[in-house]
């Protein structure tokens, strides 16, 4: 008996990051058989092929790069993400890199809004993500995808329709372990959640996640979750291109997991900046398959390990 309706949907976008190769993740992710894997579980799954990112004429000022794709992505995600919660599915995104998520949380707040609930973010990353045009080093709009989502000011256009911001309150950054100054300063100020990799080795995995699917109880919230590859250290998982050491450990990253398919809380996930082309032998793209597996049940020691 199926426990429920799950919608694959491909997202190959890489114009928001530095480095190009982010195009070829949803592809990879099927090879790896992520949608048989979810069906070994009790899933019912629909791959729904591959978003196509609509034109899009846009000027954000500063040094952005390649808005108009980001920004084309965002709008066909938003509206498939948004098809997809009407019809009663969990969607999982297949990235692509981070910049996919203006499209897909915005879906989940707008998809919370009409029931009359809260959306909660977990950012699993090593980054943020909380820059705007304004603050942004690189111009690189994989590194904005949280601020916009949060209705920080400069990114008017990227989405035609009105964008329910996330409270910034309700956005909890797990695994951060590189902020740029002025996103920092922006982070204190509108209270984000920031556990850092120091706070993390000081209370432990568990204490903190458990505290943030706590709030999110509390709330009778959804909960969005978005994993970025380089959330794990690049020992386990080395294709991305924004490779951080001192991330978290394949045990680490289970654990997680396995907390939020143990609360039963999640209500859509993101699947981001792999890049095949900076992998091992697809050592990162199994990583990120083992990884929605235990978010949807498979426990860490059922499974073999003859892979590692």
């Known amino acids: 008996m199926a426990k429920g309706s799950i919608a694959l949907i491909g997202a190959p976008v890489d114009g928001g990051a ?19 894997a979810l069906g070994n579980l009790g899933y019912q799954v629909e791959d729904w092929g591959n978003v196509t990112p609509e034109k899009v004429e846009l000027n954000l000022g500063g040094a952005t790069h390649h808005e108009n794709e980001v920004a084309g992505f965002a709008r066909s995600l938003y509206k498939t993400g948004v ?7 969990l969607p999982i995104f297949l990235g692509g890199d981070h910049s996919l998520s203006m499209g897909t949380v915005t879906a989940a707040a707008r ?8 959306l909660h973010v977990l950012w699993l990353d090593a980054h943020p993500d909380f820059n705007r045009p304004d603050t942004s080093h690189s111009g690189n709009m994989h590194g904005m995808s949280a601020a916009f989502f949060c209705g920080e000011d400069g990114f008017d256009g990227v989405l035609e329709q009105k964008v329910e911001p996330v409270d910034p309150r309700n956005f909890h950054v797990f695994g951060v372990r590189s902020i740029d100054q ?15 990799m120091r706070h993390i080795d000081e209370k432990g995995v568990a204490s903190l996640i458990r505290s943030v699917l706590e709030a999110v109880q509390r709330d009778d919230a959804m909960l969005h979750v978005s994993l970025d590859v380089d ?5 386990y998982a080395p294709g991305v291109g924004t490779t951080v050491p001192g991330g978290a450990t394949y045990r680490e990253a289970h654990l997680v997991m396995e907390m939020i398919c143990d609360s039963g809380l999640m209500t859509s996930l993101d699947l981001v900046e792999l890049n095949p082309y900076l992998d091992e032998r697809g050592k990162s793209t199994r990583m990120l398959v083992n990884l929605t597996e235990s978010g ?12 590692y």
């Open 18 to 36: 530095g480095m190009s190769g982010c195009i070829m993740g949803p592809a990879a992710l099927r090879v790896a058989n992520i949608g048989g």
């Open 83 to 89: 098809d997809a919660f009407s019809k009663d599915f």
């Open 111 to 118: 998809h919370a809004a009409a029931k009359g609930k809260k």
């Open 182 to 196: 002025k996103e920092g300063e922006l982070l204190h100020e509108r209270g984000v959640n920031v556990m850092d």
């Open 231 to 235: 959330f794990l250290d690049p020992v």
């Open 296 to 307: 949807f049940g498979r426990r860490v020691f059922d499974r073999p390990t003859s892979e």
